[in-house]
């Protein structure tokens, strides 16, 4: 059994590293990867329709004047399919595309999951990937959009 310390340890990819390849369907049904020069946030959130996650995205939906301004794209990912996402992004009108990584293997790649028997578990885990294709931002929990884009400006 996993304990919550042992989820702990389980480190984030490091800044400046390369990023994984992604290629994944959207809520708006089109599918999403990252494009070369461009800023991307990612942001790894354990479930559609729960308060923290709903709190979470809205923070990234309320500050997209200033993300758009300096042409930096958001995606939520989590393991829910594209149903699901449609729902839940209609319901609370977000702006920006929900991804289905239903195989987890996108969360895998980023270690934004623990792989449990029966079902992996997302940790909620924002990323930042720049021009570069490398990590610029890597951050457990719930940073708010302001932290994420300071590594933009730095």
């Known amino acids: 059994m996993l304990r919550f310390s042992a989820l702990s340890l389980h480190a ?14 959207g809520h708006d049904g089109r599918h999403y990867q990252h494009a070369r020069g461009t800023w991307t946030i990612l942001v790894f959130y354990p479930r559609d329709r729960t308060p923290g996650c709903r709190r979470q995205l809205h923070a990234f939906d309320a500050a997209r004047p200033e ?9 939520g990912v989590n393991f829910a399919d594209v149903d699901s996402h449609r729902d839940f992004a209609s319901c609370e009108s977000y702006r920006f595309p929900l991804l289905a990584d ?32 490398c990590i610029a931002f890597a951050q457990r929990g719930d940073p708010a959009p302001a932290l994420v884009l300071a590594a933009v400006r730095a």
Not at 108 to 126: D, S, Y
């Open 102 to 133: 239903a195989g987890g293997h996108v969360a895998r790649h980023f270690r934004a999951c623990i792989p449990v028997p029966g079902r992996p578990i997302i940790l909620r885990t924002v990323y930042l990937v720049g021009p570069d294709e």
């Open 12 to 25: 984030t990819l490091a800044v400046g590293t390369a990023a994984p390849d992604w290629h994944l369907p």
């Open 67 to 75: 993300l758009e301004a300096r042409n930096v794209r958001v995606f």
